[in-house]
Structures are given as C-alpha cells and as structure tokens.
C-alpha cells in the first residue's frame, strides 16, 4: 500500500509541475503576442522640444528590483534618472535638426551629486552652442535641482516655490553616551587620523582632524557650486553667500515671496503657475496629442528612435558600472560584489569585439578583499591585453579608490570625492549590556584566540593585537598598491592618505588621479589614444536567461512604444486572457513568475541592462 501511495505522489506531483510549465508557457506566449501585435513606435516630430523628466536620483545604473506586475504599473519602476542615457540623447539632439529645444522639468529631482549634474550639464553646454534654448521649470529648487537649472537660458519657478540655497553641510548622530547608557561597548581598530567613520560609536562630537578635512572639502566644493551658478547666472561674486547671509532680513523688510526674491536677486526668469507655464510652452511650441499638454519628444521616445538597438561587432569600447558598496561574493544589484565584478571583467577580457575597457565607479568603498579581489582582476585583464580605464563618478572612495589603482588611466570629474586611504574595523562588545540583563557568558576553548568574535565576551588583548595588526597589513598593502600606480614613495602616499578625502581637483593636483573629465571626455580620450575610428560603448552586463531575454523585450517594447500605449495593450490581452484560463490560474502563474524571481536574485538585471 506504502509503495502505491508514493507511485501515485509521483504521478501526482509530475501532473502538477507538468500543469504549472504549460501554464507558464501560455503565459509567455502572451506576452510575445503583445510584442507581435502591440502598438508602434510613435514617430518623432519634424520640429518639437525634447522635454526631460527627471525622476528621483541620477544614477550611474538602475538599482530597482522590479516585479513581473510592474509591466502593468511602469510608473513603480520610474524611480530613477539613468545619467548616461540623459547624456546619450541631449548629446544627440544637439545635432538632430528634429528638436528645437530642451525643456528640463525639475520638480520630480531628488539628487544624485554635484558630480553628475555637472555631466549632464556639460551636455547642456553643448546643446546650447548649437544656437538651441534650453528652458527649466519645477515648483521649488533645491540645491542640486538649481545647479542643474543654472544651465538653463530661462528658469521658471512657481508663484509660490523657493530656491533654497543654504549651504553645504555634513552632520551626524554620536552615540557615545546612548551606548554607555547601553553599556555597549565598541573595540576600534584602525589606520589613519582621518578615517572617522567610527567616530559616531566612540565620540559624542566630531574630532578636531574630522572637522578640519571635512570643513576642507565642503567649503571647496561649495566655492565651486556658488562660482559655478553666480558665472551661469551673470551674478557678482559671492552674491549667494551675501544673500544667505541677509536673507531674514530681507524678507522681513520687503515682504516679499521667496519667488518673488530669488526673482529680484536674478536667480530666476519667470514666476508663473503651473497652467500658466502650460500656456507658455504651448504658446512656443504648439499643442500636444494629449489635451492641455504642449508639443515635445519625452527622452524614453527619443532615445527608442534614436539610440541602436543591436550592438557593434567591432570597434567597441566596453563599459562596466561599478556603483554602490563593496561586498564579497555576488552581491544585490545595488552593491558590487567581488565574485560578480570579476566575473563582468573576465568576460570583458573574452569579448574580442572590445578595443578598450571603461570602468565607472560610484563607491564609498566597502570590503578591503572584495576590492583586491576585483582589482587583480583589472590586473590579469590587462595582462591578457585589454586596456582599462577608470571613470570616477561621484564618489571612488576607499575601497572604490583602491579598485582604481591598477588602471591604465584614472579620471575624475572636477567635483568627485575620491581618496580616503585608510582602513578600520569596529567590533562591538555587550558583555556589559548582557551582564546587566542577568546574562553571563562562561565556556572553553582550545586557544587564547577561541572566542575572538563573541561579542557577549571581552576582546582579550592577545585578539586586540591581532585585529589591529590585520588592520595595519591592510593599510601598508592599501600604500603600496597606491605607490606602485601613482609612481610615489609610500611615505607620500601616508601623508595624503590615513583615511582623508580629497575631491577631484585636489587629487589631480596630488597626483592621485590622470586627468579630469566626464564619462564622455574620457570615451573620446580612449577612442583617440587607441585608434578607433566611429567607436561603440558596449555596456557588459551578465549573460541573459531565456526568460529573461524575454522580459528585457517587454521592457523594450513599453520603452518604445510608450508605457501609456503598452500598459494598454497589456491589460486589454490580460483580461482575455483571464477569461479564457480563469483567474485562479491567471494568479497561479503570477506566484510562479515571482517564485522564478525569487529563486534568481539577478532577474531583475534584464530590466536594468536596457538604461546602460
């Protein structure tokens, strides 16, 4: 009897998988029935605006995980502005006699860094030189939206917005006292007097050798963000502090709106309503299809038209992202794994059709092994002859700093924050805490070393040696590496190193990096001191599934086509759908997609792959 119940179990369960792959085959076809039969690509018009949206942060490449339902609610995955592609079609609307204008809406712009506004506002610069206006509107201005519109010829603000300029800062919780309150002890191990990331958990203040390199580097960079708007705006020099400083003042005695004054002050051109700046844009440019909107190419049309689909078989200059923090093994789409950069090295070094190599990285740094792992890597690459190069975005820091070093060139962008060659490690002790708790800890082990990581233990001195000493290897391994890349002794090394950051200019100057210039200038550069005539930039991505080829020309699809017009067509074939299969089953195959999602943590990655 035992035997037939597990026969029939088998025959059971074989029915069931059987069941759940024909319903996922049914659900891929429909899909590919949408791609087949879903609406065209909507034709750019002879003479329009291209109009840029700016959503949430700018990103060097997509952190969002999206979810097989996000087809039906594109808007969820929109949370992100995709800097080169922002690049990529200003770049190409300079020349394209199609578009007549910009129009930079500003309002959804969380930040993302002076760095990379001042990337796309070197686009900007471009755009304009080819004797076409650019306009910039949003109902206020932050500080990194307003750098951003300085490169505007007009700027537009609403009746009742501000441009909030206030200055730089860097402020932090201390939890010195809150732990002593905790009895939470913290063991501190570390190289350099400016490596303060640990400050928080050991102070209840900032040191005087934080406070002097950080009120170094925010001053620079905030005298380049004033110089920067004040020249942009025709404005005298130190105008923005004058009236930061006056500015209560002046409001009490004018009492005006903080639009009206940054519209005395020059800081912008119109203050209107939002239907009003419908009218104007209307009035320049023409009606929209949509009623009430004005006439204009939104930047995922314009990039559909515009940008090739299918990537060159030679003359390529290949392009890796390496944004986010430092870990070992694969790590999340938001991070850079030591084992998964790597293996994007690696693959980079077997594509034949790559002349060069171009690594951006956008890091603060992370684990020391990870980054050895990814950097002899770069070294093997380059031994096996492809040339790397390195493009600091906002910040290549640390770990970010010392993935660089093996590079044939590093760049920097004037404003990015790079350095911070130092090492520290920070192992919390609740011996005390646990103790007050009742809580006592007692055992045996083999050496003196056995309970070097139990936290409800003191950290004998015997480990304490150890871990600094550990700690002290990294850092001597940290200024060599740096020595032997940026040709200077170790002794100069230490002394622009223990831990201090330095922004672009600076490290140039300190010879920590090449040259500075954007992603594009160093694109260019490449192109030139390789020899490549009409060259490609390839991004190298991991290697697709089947599946998720698919989702990535679903994505491509509602790119194209316009996410209006394709959630549209989606949602007209899934009801059919429905109908036919039932929805019971319908949800069936949703938990399988999203069980299929599960099961890959990189599933997401065909939807990013598309933005780079």
Avoid at 39 to 64: M, Q, W
Avoid at 84 to 93: D, F, K, Q, S
Avoid at 525 to 538: C, E, L, T
């Amino acid at each position: 009897m035992s035997n037939f119940l597990k026969k029939l179990w088998k025959i059971i369960t074989y029915v069931r998988m059987g069941l759940a792959n024909v319903f996922f085959i049914i659900f891929v076809i429909f899909f590919i029935v949408i791609l087949t039969s879903g609406p065209g690509r909507e034709p750019i018009p002879n003479s329009a605006p291209l109009f840029i949206s700016f959503k949430g942060f700018l990103v060097d490449r997509s952190t969002y995980e999206p979810t097989v339902m996000d087809l039906f609610n594109p808007d969820m995955a929109d949370q992100e502005t995709i800097v080169r592609n922002v690049v990529y079609a200003i770049n190409t609307a300079t020349s394209d006699k199609r578009i007549n204008a910009l129009i930079l809406n500003l309002s959804p712009l969380v930040g993302g860094g002076i760095s990379k506004i001042e990337e796309i506002g070197q686009a900007i610069e471009k755009f304009q030189a080819s004797g076409k206006p650019v306009y910039a509107y949003s109902d206020d201005y932050s500080q990194q939206q307003y750098l951003l519109a300085s490169y505007a010829d007009e700027i537009y603000i609403n009746k009742l917005g501000t441009v909030a300029l206030t200055g730089f800062g860097l402020y932090r919780n201390f939890y010195k006292d809150a732990a002593d309150k905790l009895s939470v002890k913290f063991h501190v191990f570390r190289v350099g007097n400016y490596k303060d990331a640990v400050e928080p958990y050991i102070r209840n203040d900032m040191s005087d050798a934080s406070r002097e390199h950080n009120a170094s580097w925010i001053s620079t960079l905030w005298k380049r963000y004033t110089s920067k708007i004040e020249a942009k705006r025709s404005l005298a020099e130190g105008s923005i502090d004058s009236m930061i400083a006056n500015i209560e003042q002046t409001l009490a005695e004018q009492k005006i709106s903080q639009a009206q004054l940054a519209l005395a002050s020059g800081y912008v051109d119109h203050v209107v309503s939002r239907n009003q700046m419908d009218d104007i844009f209307k009035e320049k440019f023409g009606e929209g299809k949509d009623p009430g909107s004005f006439n204009g190419v939104g930047l995922k049309q314009y990039l559909a038209d515009v940008k090739p689909i299918l990537p060159s078989q030679d003359n390529n200059i290949g392009l890796i992202v390496a944004s986010g923090s430092i870990v070992g093994g694969e790590g999340a789409p938001s991070q850079i794994g030591g084992r998964s950069m790597s293996n994007l090295i690696e693959q980079a070094s077997n594509d034949k059709s790559l002349k060069a190599l171009i690594i951006r990285i956008d890091s603060g740094g992370g684990s020391a092994f990870a980054s050895e792992v990814i950097r002899d890597e770069i070294a093997t690459a380059r031994a096996k002859g492809l040339p790397i190069y390195i493009s600091m975005g906002s910040v290549a820091a640390s770990g970010g700093y010392w993935i660089a070093t093996d590079a044939e060139e590093v760049w920097a962008t004037p404003t990015t924050i790079t350095g911070s060659i130092g090492v520290f490690g920070l192992i919390p002790n609740l011996t005390e805490s646990f103790e007050r708790l009742g809580i006592h800890s007692d055992g045996v082990g083999t050496t003196g070393l056995a309970d070097i990581y139990e936290i409800d233990r003191p950290l004998s001195p015997k480990a304490q040696v150890v871990i600094q000493s550990s700690v002290d290897n990294i850092y001597r391994e940290f200024l060599s590496l740096v020595s032997n890349a940026r040709g200077i002794s170790v002794e100069q090394v230490h002394e622009i190193a223990q831990g201090r950051v330095w922004i672009g200019e600076k490290a140039l100057a300190l010879g920590l990096v090449d040259q500075l210039g954007s992603l594009n200038d160093l694109m260019e550069h490449v192109a030139q001191q390789q020899g490549i005539s009409g060259y490609h930039v390839k991004p190298i991505t991991r290697p697709l599934s089947t599946l998720e080829q698919v989702m990535l020309a679903l994505e491509e699809q509602a790119r194209v086509t316009g996410d209006a017009a394709f959630t549209s067509a989606i949602n007209e074939k899934w009801s059919g759908l429905s109908k036919l299969l039932g929805n019971s089953e319908m949800n069936n195959i949703i938990q399988q997609l999203d069980q299929k999602q599960a099961n890959n943590r990189y599933f997401a990655q065909c939807f990013s792959c598309i933005a780079l």
